[in-house]
Antibody, heavy 122, light 105 residues
Framework: QVQLVESGGGVVQPGRSLRLSCAAS????????MHWVRQAPGKGLEWVAI????????YYADSVKGRFVISRDNSKNTVTLQMNSLTTDDTAMYFC???????????????WGQGTLVTVSS | EIVMTQSPATLSVSPGERATLSCRAS??????LAWYQQKPGQAPRLLIY???TRVTGIPARFSGSGSGTDFTLTVSSLQSEDFAVYYC????????FGQGTKVQI
């Protein structure tokens, strides 16, 4: 079965960086676009970024553009999110999610990891 | 950005009753709408995509309808495990979510 396991969350000071990882298994990882979606404590869901199945395309939410970088390694079945210049507004649970279609993305999410919590605080 | 508005914010229902959740888009999204269920401490779970296509394994009591700007998720007979927060999400443009509807006893 599809499994997505995030790691790398923690407490970080404003202005610092953090790198999140998502390990995928149970499906042909290299055939699917992958996303990051976040959820601030007690709040709703916000799409963050997408990377295409072959890494040829990457898109970001305006709120993170220029600060976050998404990448993937199809040989290791992992997707990462490098988060720079963090602010308190980035405090959230970060979920890795698989796109619902393949290989071209449709931007809905059919499988989710359990999330990794990022807290930005001085 | 397409704004998704869900109503009501909270829905109080008894087990066995029907629940009707609404979602409205700020512009037409055709049928590019998904519904998710989220329980406390868990990741969201995809229920419906394409406005009305139920994901394999999702019980038939969940159904979605609508197109354009107005959409509905119906749970025909609520079971105890259905009490959760439900989110709609459009994927016509850059994905955006509604603020959620909490279905409570």
């Amino acid at each position: 079965q599809v499994q997505l396991v995030e790691s790398g969350g923690g407490v970080v000071q404003p202005g610092r960086s953090l790198r999140l990882s998502c390990a995928a298994s149970g499906f042909t990882f290299s055939s699917y676009a992958m996303h990051w979606v976040r959820q601030a404590p007690g709040k709703g869901l916000e799409w963050v970024a997408i990377i295409s199945f072959d890494e040829s395309a990457k898109y970001y939410a305006d709120s993170v553009k220029g600060r976050f970088v998404i990448s993937r390694d199809n040989s290791k079945n992992t997707v990462t999110l490098q988060m720079n210049s963090l602010t308190t507004d980035d405090t959230a649970m970060y979920f890795c999610a698989r796109d619902g279609e393949h290989p071209l993305p449709h931007y809905y999410f059919d499988s989710w990891g359990q999330g990794t919590l990022v807290t930005v605080s001085s | 950005e397409i704004v998704m508005t869900q109503s009501p914010a909270t829905l109080s229902v008894s087990p066995g009753e029907r629940a009707t959740l609404s979602c409205r888009a700020s512009q037409s999204i055709r049928s590019h709408l998904a519904w998710y269920q989220q329980k406390p401490g868990q990741a969201p779970r995809l229920l419906i995509y394409g406005a009305s296509t139920r994901v394999t394994g999702i019980p038939a009591r969940f159904s979605g309808s609508g197109s354009g700007t107005d959409f509905t998720l119906t749970v025909s007979s609520l079971q105890s495990e259905d009490f959760a927060v439900y989110y709609c999400q459009q994927y016509h443009n850059r994905p955006t979510f509604g603020q959620g509807t909490k279905v409570q006893i």
